[in-house]
């Protein structure tokens, strides 16, 4: 449930403030940032695709061992894309940037959203669906090989999309760019995740700035200073009303 209409307002209003005050913000988002564009995020099991918990399926065991399986829920996934957009919440982000009322979105998303909404400095810490390369030698390949489930040109590798699976290491440039951001930020909102995968979930508390979260469920094992609880398509739009 989201926090109640005048609750909500009261933390919008503060929110607000910390905004308008701010000299650097940064961003943090993941997958419940676009659940409201259609795509399912990965621990509510409504999202969860033939039953199957999608944590066991993006990972380089399910890669290497089940390239069936893995190669279906890509496919899947790929084709949801194809037919879905940003919401308000993305074009607002995009729309404080260009106000300079935010400076980064560092993304947990593969989705690309942020960039289709008119963001710029986006930061994807787990990569990116919509590039492809061989599991092996890491050759570029295009969509329509992985979707054709081809195998490498160079050394027949399996190809897959350049996302970061469990059990890989983060790109570093997209890394030391967010983490930068966040140690410099006096604001830091953090939006639509669980904070359950490392080490994206430490780094809200590498600031020295103002932390809040906005997310659908509210957990009492996260120490923000300001939590909003409601979805990010409706709270990103009360905070532009009243800005
Ligand atoms: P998660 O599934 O673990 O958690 C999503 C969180 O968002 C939950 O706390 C949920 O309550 C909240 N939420 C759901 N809908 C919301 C809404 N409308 N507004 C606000 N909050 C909402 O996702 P995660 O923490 O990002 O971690 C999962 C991993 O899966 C990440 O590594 C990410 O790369 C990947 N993933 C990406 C996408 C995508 O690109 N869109 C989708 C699913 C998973």
Same mark, same amino acid.
């Given at each position: 449930m989201d926090d109640s209409n005048s609750v909500q307002q009261e933390k919008i209003l503060d929110l607000k403030s910390l905004l308008k005050a701010s000299t650097h913000t940064t961003i943090l988002t993941g997958a419940g940032m676009s659940t409201e564009s259609g795509i399912p995020d990965? @621990? %509510? @099991? %409504?999202?969860w695709w033939k039953n199957i918990d999608p944590l066991t399926v993006a990972t380089v065991d399910a890669l290497e061992h089940n390239y069936a399986l893995f190669h279906d829920f890509y496919k899947m996934r790929l084709i949801t894309l194809e037919t879905t957009a940003p919401h308000e919440g993305h074009y607002t982000l995009s729309k404080w940037e260009e106000k300079n009322l935010i400076n980064d979105i560092a993304t947990?998303? !593969?989705?690309?959203l942020h960039r289709t909404a008119g %963001?710029?400095?986006?930061?994807?810490l787990h990569g990116s669906i919509e590039t492809f390369r061989c599991h092996t030698c890491h050759s570029r390949a295009t969509k329509a090989q992985f979707l054709d489930k081809k195998a490498c040109h160079q050394c027949n590798g399996k190809l897959r999309p350049n996302v970061v699976l469990f059990g890989e290491t983060l790109p570093q440039a997209a890394w030391n760019k967010a983490l930068l951001s966040i140690e410099k930020a006096d604001l830091v909102i953090v939006i639509?995740? %669980?904070?359950? !995968?490392?080490p994206v979930n430490q780094l809200p508390f590498m600031t020295k700035g103002h932390t809040v979260l906005i997310n659908k469920e509210l957990s009492s094992t996260h120490h923000f200073e300001l939590a909003i609880e409601g979805g990010a398509k409706q709270v990103l739009t009360r905070i532009d009303n009243v800005l």
């Open positions: 990965f @621990r %509510s @099991r %409504s999202g947990q998303n !593969v989705d690309g %963001s710029n400095k986006i930061h994807e639509g995740t %669980s904070l359950q !995968v490392y």
